[in-house]
């Protein structure tokens, strides 16, 4: 935890490395994930670059690659998982033999594939000259179609031509225009007798179902065979020979069902030949895409570095962890000897001005905390870190608003689900399913705060428990029952003076005043935890403010920030203890009964307008003698707050600027970041941080609200739920009302997950995010900073896996 308390240190470095040993250094370091390089040749064309032609032998690498695996796609044959077990960067010798394997594999299965389509082929128009020629015999033997013909009434003569005509097979689709523009062209003297055929044919390159039909175009004369021939190519139809005798058609149907047992042989060989090789390459191919990436990104890494002038070394730049330096050396000795390079590599640390990128280094469970942080922006470098507290701060608000033993137990569940079978279910690329995966420590700490919760606020889908016995005694018989069935609890007549355990006495939830006793409770409640939550954000400026040298804004901005913020809210929460406290109704001093108890918020208000207001008879205005010379003090205080903050760090600035003369350049703490601004825009600045600063104050105390409203709708509606829907089934008795309520316990049970759980879950998730992004982030955090990319196979893996 110590590591996320703020961002790793970095350090900038310079590695000198032999072009022999460059590709396996850039090996080492990329399987380590440790180092971030800047692009030397930022003004140099892509193409120019040196290692140019290898990453376009890369490129050619992925294109075989990506047939092959599509020809593995189109024939289901299934590759391994190699996630746990990705295999190491080759040498770049190996890189010869793969290319060499590739080239191989892929004219294989080339030949094959074309094989494969050329016989198919070959068989699919043996097939259709099959359905030809049985389709056709009962064509040829309705005479009735030459009587047709002649009953058009054809050119004079004609009924001393022969009968000519053509046979093939069209695609459906096309049967209804080509009919048409048969009638058009021959004027009718065309006549077309069809037949589908039943069994759909499959296209040798798409794989496609095409369906199609035998038909016959009677005609006459040798003018109109070149018409219909024309129109037979333009829809694309194909024409087979089709012999007038029977006996010739029924000997030639014969030869051609022959030669179709023949292909199907050798097509049976060649699948079995095809999917050999396909199953033989399917263990390789993964293995070949991880490498082929490897390579790839270790020359565009290269491409990164600069040649010295002698071109015998080459020297690049790079963002390295301090604490990992002595790793990258080692690294660089690795590369070296792992092709024998009698010249070692050397890495220089060199200073700079530039800010580094910001590194946390995380796990698996952390990983979520931090996630919620950096969206809403990096932490500057050396920056607090907020995530190490939202940790405990994020469930723990957002139980608050979701607070039900139950609903919590539900939430723990899916979290504990997510946690125990992470490794399978990290196999799931989905989009949304990751992200909602990302975060299952999240939820599981959400259900068991909002177990803690729901327990203190004895509440479970809307009942209650009773553990520990009531401290209310319940002063109703019958006749009261009768007249009055609402059950109001009086503290001063039915409290038996002994405090409930754990959490909220059971009786409340029993009691028709249930809802302005919670009202206030939580109200108060969700005030109280929301100052205690900004002031501890306003604390956690000291620590940034003392790590970078700026000692002074803890004069100038801290102290009056902070004292603003204690004077009157932390005050506001005093007073709400003082008053649970002090005001009781077992007294015998009238003005301490709950009737004379003043509301803190009028109170509050008063206070704040320098008003009075006239107590009850036997009451007193204020809570305590002297209050009201303390809530002046503490008014004058504050006041004294806005000008502090508002001028002295401008004057500051401006002081210490005139002390330092025209050519002392040196930045002093405190006012280094303003060297260069102008004395208008600073004094600018600081009256927008402090108007800013005291209206948030307000605007944000209220903010915190959500919690005792979300709170509330989040019991009512579980409420509501219970009554409308499973007293349904109670109401029964016997037998009836078993069934009744198995069978009104499935609705209510999916209401209260998709309700109760997701949308009010996913709504008190939100409105936590927002506390933590506005209210107590605001009080320290920057967020200016760019985060740590390291050269890292694992992460341009897994970026390659989501993209897919």
């Keep these: 935890m110590g590591a996320m308390f703020r961002s790793e240190q970095m350090d900038l470095v310079q590695l000198l490395i032999q072009p022999e040993a460059a590709y396996s250094s850039l090996a080492e370091l990329g399987e380590l994930g440790i180092a971030q390089f800047r692009d030397l040749n930022a003004d140099v064309n892509v193409f120019q670059r040196k290692y140019t032609s290898e990453i376009r032998r890369c ?9 092959i695996r599509r020809e593995l796609t189109k024939d289901e044959v299934p590759t391994p998982d190699l996630s746990d077990n990705i295999p190491r960067t080759p040498n770049s010798r190996e890189i010869i033999d793969l290319e060499a394997a590739l ?7 080339i030949e094959l594939s074309e094989n494969s389509h050329a016989l198919l082929q070959n068989f699919m128009e043996l097939t259709e000259l099959k359905s030809v020629l049985e389709k056709t015999q009962g064509f040829f033997s309705d005479k009735s179609a030459a009587q047709n013909l002649e009953a058009t009434g054809g050119d004079p003569g004609s009924e001393n031509k022969p009968l000519g005509f053509v046979a093939g097979v069209i695609p ?12 058009r062209v021959s004027r009718g003297n065309v ?14 390159r798409s794989g496609d179902e095409i369906y199609k039909i035998v038909f016959v175009a009677f005609f006459q004369g040798e003018q109109l065979k070149s018409r219909v ?3 037979c190519s333009g829809y694309h139809a194909s024409l087979y020979p089709c012999p007038n005798e029977y006996n010739e058609r029924a000997e030639m149907l014969q030869g051609v069902r022959t030669r179709i047992e023949d292909l199907n042989m050798v097509i049976n060989q060649t699948k079995d030949q095809r999917q050999r090789v396909l199953i033989s390459v399917a263990k390789e191919v993964p293995k070949w895409e991880i490498i082929v990436k490897k390579v790839k990104a270790i020359y565009h890494t290269l491409n990164m570095f600069n040649v010295d002038v002698s071109k015998k070394c080459l020297f690049g730049e790079a963002w390295v962890p301090t604490s990992n330096l002595q790793d990258v050396k080692n690294a660089l000795i690795a590369g070296s000897s792992a092709v024998g390079s009698t010249v070692p590599s050397f890495l220089n640390v060199i200073s700079t001005h530039e800010a580094p990128p910001t590194f946390n280094r995380t796990n698996k469970f952390t990983q979520g905390f931090q996630n919620l942080i950096e969206s809403y922006g990096v932490a500057s470098y050396r920056e607090a870190n907020p995530a190490l507290y939202t940790i405990i701060t994020f469930p723990f608000l957002f139980a608050i608003m979701f607070g039900d033993l139950g609903h919590g137990l539900i939430l723990l569940l899916l979290g504990l689900w997510m946690v125990l079978w992470e490794k399978s279910l990290a196999r799931n690329k989905d989009e949304i399913w990751q992200l909602f995966f990302g975060g299952r420590y999240i939820i599981l700490l959400m259900g068991i705060f909002s177990m803690y919760t729901g327990f203190v606020y004895n509440d479970i889908f809307s009942k209650t428990m009773n553990i520990f016995g009531s401290s209310w005694q319940i002063n109703y018989n019958t006749s009261t029952i009768m007249t009055n069935p609402d059950l109001q609890l009086n503290p001063g007549e039915d409290y038996s003076e002994t405090v409930y355990w754990y959490g909220l006495d059971p009786a409340w939830m029993l009691a028709s005043n249930k809802i302005i006793f919670l ?39 801290f102290i009056p920030q902070l004292m603003f913020l204690v004077l009157l809210f932390l005050y506001m929460c005093f007073m709400m203890f003082f008053k649970w406290v002090q005001y009781t109704a077992v007294t015998d001093v009238d003005h301490l009964k709950p009737g004379c108890a003043p509301s803190v918020l009028i109170m509050f208000i008063n206070m704040m307008l320098f008003k009075r207001q006239e107590p009850l008879e036997t009451c007193k205005e204020f809570m305590f003698d002297g209050q009201q010379t303390i809530q002046m003090v503490f008014i004058f205080l504050a006041l004294i707050c806005i000008p502090w903050l508002l001028l002295a760090k401008p004057f500051y600035i401006k002081f210490t600027r005139k002390n330092r003369g025209a050519g002392d350049h040196v930045a002093s703490s405190g006012h280094g970041d303003h060297d260069d601004e102008p004395m208008s825009e600073i004094f600018i600045h600081q009256s927008i941080h402090c108007i800013e600063y005291i209206l948030s104050t307000i605007s944000h105390t209220a903010s915190y609200l959500r919690l005792w409203a979300l709170s509330l709708a989040h019991a009512q509606l579980s409420e509501v739920l219970y009554n409308m829907v499973f007293t349904i089934g109670l109401k029964s008795t016997g037998y009836t009302g078993a069934i009744m309520i198995y069978v009104v316990f499935w609705p209510w049970a999916v209401l209260t997950i998709g ?26 955090y920057e967020g200016l900073g760019y985060p740590f990319q390291p050269f890292s196979f694992q992460a341009i893996l897994d970026a390659e896996n989501e993209e897919k």
């Design 519 to 557: 009202n206030s409770f939580k109200m108060k409640l969700s005030i109280i935890f929301g100052v205690v939550h900004m002031i501890f954000g306003v604390c956690m400026s000291v620590v940034n403010n003392t790590h970078f040298k700026k000692k002074i804004n803890i004069l100038l901005d």
């Design 172 to 183: 459906r689709e096309r049967v209804i225009g080509f009919e048409r523009m048969l009638w």
């Design 191 to 204: 006549f077309l007798r069809q037949a589908p055929i039943e069994k759909p044919f499959t296209d040798p």
């Design 59 to 67: 490129e050619e690498m992925e294109r075989k690659i990506g047939y």
């Design 755 to 780: 309700i109760l759980v997701g949308m009010e879950g996913l709504s008190a998730f939100l409105h936590t995010l927002r506390l933590h992004w506005v209210e107590f982030m605001s009080k320290f």
């Design 229 to 231: 021939k024309k129109i």
């Design 103 to 109: 080239e191989k594999t892929e004219n294989e299965i």
